[in-house]
T-cell receptor, first 113, second 114 residues
């Protein structure tokens, strides 16, 4: 069956360091992969989208990589700040016209000052 | 001020009662979605609609019903047949097409059934 795995344990890092979150998937061939941020008690907010033929995408302090051979995406936040503390969700889209997303369980990131 | 709204934010119901959650968007999006989120779990798709007067079951549609009579509105009814209705419910919308589009989420409704 299709499976999406994100770090189940919280990731604790010091302010200023780079946070790296992983998203691994099996039995799935997504054409696109999206990352969202979710704060407690709120709806997710879109951050980045990467296509299967793109290796890397950047937006300000954020960087996403997509390795279809390893079936893995890495999400990096450089120069992390306490305000970056949240749960980060990856979502797979196999493309076509349905625009349906399959979400991972999310990784809780805590940036310590 | 464009966006997607859900109401109410908190909802309490007695077991055996149906309850309807509201979702409205003014983003002119064709596609709308309902998700359920339980503690420590990802979002699971309940229903989605790509066009007015049409909708499709998601992965966990049993015990739920929807309607899409207007482009702006996609209400979700949690029926008494849903065995574990207590959860955080999220509505989202997006453009519709062959590319992948970001989904815009509402603030969510936390439903508690006792």
């Amino acid at each position: 069956s299709q499976k999406i795995e994100q770090n189940s344990e919280a990731l604790n890092i010091q302010e200023g360091k780079t946070a790296t979150l992983t998203c691994n998937y099996t039995n799935y061939s997504p054409a696109y992969l999206q990352w969202y941020r979710q704060d407690p008690g709120r709806g997710p907010v879109f951050l980045l989208l990467i296509r299967e033929n793109e290796k890397e995408k950047r937006k300000e302090r954020l960087k996403v990589t997509f390795d279809t051979t390893l079936k893995q995406s890495l999400f990096h936040i450089t120069a992390s700040q306490p305000a970056d503390s949240a749960t980060y969700l990856c979502a797979l889209d196999k493309g076509g016209a349905t625009n349906k997303l399959i979400f991972g369980t999310g990784t809780l990131l805590a940036v310590q000052p | 001020d464009g966006g997607i709204t859900q109401s109410p934010k908190y909802l309490f119901r007695k077991e055996g009662q149906n309850v309807t959650l509201s979702c409205e968007q003014n983003l002119n999006h064709d596609a709308m979605y309902w998700y359920r989120q339980d503690p420590g779990q990802g979002l699971r798709l309940i229903y989605y609609s790509q066009i007015v007067n049409d909708f499709q079951k998601g992965d966990i549609a049993e015990g739920y019903s929807v309607s899409r009579e207007k482009k702006e509105s996609f209400p979700l009814t949690v029926t008494s047949a849903q065995k574990n209705p207590t959860a955080f419910y999220l509505c989202a919308s997006s453009p519709q097409g062959v590319l992948s589009y970001e989904q815009y989420f509402g603030p969510g409704t936390r439903l508690t059934v006792t």
